[in-house]
Structure formats: C-alpha cells, structure tokens
C-alpha cells in the first residue's frame, strides 16, 4: 500500500523533511477549445457510416432525372430549355425533402454517439464546457451539410452527362451557376439545421425525435404560399430554389430574395434554438 507522504533529505539540516503531497503542485489542465472538440467530433465519425447517409440520397435523386431527362424536351407553357429544367425539377426534390430528411437522422445519429455507452457521462467528467460540446455537434451538422451538397453537384454533373449521351443533348450547365445556386441552398439550410439540432436535444427518444423532424417537412411547401413563411425555416432552402427558378421563368415565381424580413429571422431562429440546445444539452446527464 502506497503511503500519501513524501519523505525529502535536506541537505542544510541534514536531516529527512517530511512533506504532504497535496502540498506538492498540481497539474493544471486547460479545457479544450471550441476548434480542438469540432477535431475530436470528426474523429468519431470518421468510421460510421453518416457519409453514405449523404451520397445514397444525393445519387438516388440524379439518376431517375437521367435516365428518364426526355420528359424535359416537352415545351410547356414557360419556354424553358432542357438543360435548366432538367437542374431545377432534380433539385427540387433535394431541397423540399432529401437535404431536411437527411440532416434530421444525421442530428440524431451525432446526438446518439454520445448516448452510447455512457459517452456523455464521461465527457461530463472532463474539463469540458458542455455548450462549446454542443456547438461543435453543430458545427459538425453544417460541415455533413456541405458535404451533401457537394456530393448533389457531383451527382448532377454525372447525371447530366449520363443524359447527354443517352438523348443526345447538352444538359450540363456551368459550374459557376450551379455551384451558386448550391451554395445558396446551403446557407438556407443552416437555421433548419439549427432547429433540427433543438429538437434532437429537447427530445431524447430516437423515433419521436426523427419522427417530428420528418412531420415538420411535409407542409414546407404550403407554408412557402402563406405570408408566415419567414417563420418556418424548413421552408428556406425550397425558397432559394424557386428564386432561381423565377430567374428562368419570371412567370412562375419573384426572383427577388426578400432579405428582409427573411435575414434578421433566420438570424434570430438559428441563435434561439442554439441557445436553447447548449442550455438543455446533457441536462439529463447532469441530475
């Protein structure tokens, strides 16, 4: 059995010292970054299998566009060329429902990667600020974002040659207009991320939690005719899009973003329900 004193020789008094060792000094520990927890979040989910979570999606929404891309060879009443139309029905179906439903069971899947075996608890045990945990959860969600969105671009691109050579005709637009309407998507997608990050927090339950996250989808796009659309952030992302559809045909739809009420509401939306998720994040854990 370890004794809990040290015995030290004096070299002065020549004569053996006897010292505690809680008044020896102890080692300081600094909590860890925002920067350096976003690291370690990456690090456990470099094996799961989030990223085929992303490409599945994004490729199973291209590749019926390309093999059936004749139906866009059909003049309607809009006068839009084949190669615009066939990019902007594809991304409808990613912006209306692919994007959301993807980052409500990816918000799951990195909430439950601390529930499993005891995670949370042992984090709680470190020198870690549990609202700089959660914001790199969340800053985790943008980046699978981006990465979804990437994976659609590419998936475009190899669905719209694929149609090209198969009814031979151009469909591939440039890359600076598709990458722009991308990115605009992407930033419409962050405030919905932030409430699906909410929602995964405030409800612990797996399918409750999906389940309300996917409920919430459905009526996007009715909200979107109403005056209360800048409310609803699962919205966003379908109303950029149909922005740049208006770009094509001024008849279907305004072309202008109303940035405002839409910026300072969706400003506001993001940092509420980040606000509310760092306070509510591993309250559990904590009673």
């Not at 902007?88 to 993807?102: C, E, N, R, V």
Request: proline share 6%; charged share 10%; net charge positive.
């Amino acid at each position: 059995m370890k004794s809990n004193l040290t015995i030290p020789y004096s070299s002065q008094t020549g004569s053996m010292e006897i010292a505690s060792r809680a008044d020896c000094p102890k080692r300081q520990f600094s909590p860890l970054g925002l920067l350096s927890l976003f690291g370690v979040e990456l690090l456990k989910i470099r094996r799961s299998k989030i990223f085929w979570i992303l490409l599945i999606p994004a490729v199973m929404m291209w590749l019926p566009s390309a093999l059936n891309a004749d139906v866009n060879f059909v003049i309607d009443a809009y006068d839009i060329s084949p190669d615009y139309n066939f990019f902007i029905q594809g991304y409808m179906g990613m912006a209306w429902f692919m994007l959301p439903a993807t980052l409500v069971i990816c918000n799951v899947l990195l909430h439950q990667t601390e529930s499993a075996h005891r995670g949370l608890l042992k984090c709680l045990s470190l020198p870690v600020s549990t609202a700089k945990m959660c914001l790199a959860k969340f800053l985790v969600t943008v980046l699978l974002t981006a990465v979804q969105l990437f994976f659609s671009i590419a998936s475009y691109y190899g669905a719209a040659a694929l149609a090209s050579r198969l009814y031979k005709y151009d469909f591939l637009l440039p890359p600076a207009y598709v990458c722009r309407s991308a990115a605009l998507i992407y930033l419409a997608a962050l405030p919905m991320a932030a409430v699906f990050w909410m929602v995964s927090v405030l409800i612990r339950t797996p399918v409750f939690s999906v389940g309300l996250g996917l409920a919430s989808i459905v009526p996007s796009v009715l909200m979107l005719n109403t005056k209360f659309w800048c409310w609803y952030p699962m919205d966003y992302p379908f109303y950029m899009l149909m922005t740049e559809y208006g770009r094509i045909a001024p008849e279907v739809y305004d072309a202008n973003v109303q940035l405002f009420p839409l910026l300072p509401v969706s400003i506001g939306v993001t940092l509420l329900c980040l606000a509310i998720a760092c306070l509510r994040y591993s309250h559990e854990e904590k009673l």
